[in-house]
T-cell receptor, first 114, second 115 residues
Framework: EPEVTQTPSHQVTQMGQEVILRCVPI?????FYWYRQILGQKVEFLVS????????KSEIFDDQFSVERPDGSNFTLKIRSTKLEDSAMYFC????????????FGPGTRLTVL | DQQVKQNSPSLSVQEGRISILNCDYT??????FLWYKKYPAEGPTFLIS?????DKNEDGRFTVFLNKSAKHLSLHIVPSQPGDSAVYFC??????????????FGTGTLLAVQP
């Protein structure tokens, strides 16, 4: 069964460093999302992406964040200058198309900022 | 801003009995509701959804009930099995499909099914 994959599973970085989290959505899906979950808190929407541009972003998704679909398969989240409070699980999700609400989630990347 | 609330952080039931997980929401613009299950170190896995035009949706052992006037939904698992032990998230969306279909999640309920 097709699935969303994410790499790396765990990323440790120093505060102020740039990180890139990678996702490979399900191949025929059209809509892509990033969510994050700070330990002990709810899963929060960050950004949605369609047709090579951002469709919607939350207040969390400030200028330090960017997303890109550099080729036909990868979908990346970049944090330019990480802060301690960026430590969280980051989930990528994808949606097949206009018909449906069930987003398919990847296993997540645990980001630890020291 | 808690638009979706799951007031029970945990629930413990015996194998074979019914598990009932509850969720409340405040935003009347929500039109679709979903339940996701999450095991440790994995991403959320979709279980079942319901549109606001329905009050019940069933899929095998899982049934979701929606009370739109009370802004309340519940997930029933019958019979509960030890493999159902996981965190269950309620999520809501104001859109059907498309890039604006962001999901708003509750805080989750940890279900433990005792053998």
């Amino acid at each position: 069964e097709p699935e969303v994959t994410q790499t790396p599973s765990h990323q440790v970085t120093q505060m102020g460093q740039e990180v890139i989290l990678r996702c490979v959505p399900i191949s025929n899906h059209l809509y892509f999302y990033w969510y994050r979950q700070i330990l002990g808190q709810k899963v929060e929407f960050l950004v949605s992406f369609y047709n090579n541009e951002i469709s919607e972003k939350s207040e969390i998704f400030d200028d330090q964040f960017s997303v890109e679909r550099p080729d036909g398969s990868n979908f990346t989240l970049k944090i330019r200058s990480t802060k301690l409070e960026d430590s969280a699980m980051y989930f990528c999700a994808s949606l097949p198309g206009l018909a449906g609400v069930e987003q398919f989630f990847g296993p997540g990347t645990r980001l630890t900022v020291l | 801003d808690q638009q979706v609330k799951q007031n029970s952080p945990s629930l413990s039931v015996q194998e074979g009995r019914i598990s009932i997980l509850n969720c409340d929401y405040t935003n009347s613009m929500f039109d679709y509701f979903l339940w996701y299950k999450k095991y440790p170190a994995e991403g959320p896995t979709f279980l079942i959804s319901i549109s606001s035009i329905k009050d019940k949706n069933e899929d095998g052992r899982f049934t979701v009930f929606l009370n739109k006037s009370a802004k309340h939904l519940s997930l029933h698992i019958v019979p509960s099995q030890p493999g159902d032990s996981a965190v269950y998230f309620c999520a809501a969306s104001a859109e059907y499909g498309g890039a604006t279909n962001k999901l708003i999640f509750g805080t989750g309920t940890l279900l433990a099914v005792q053998p």
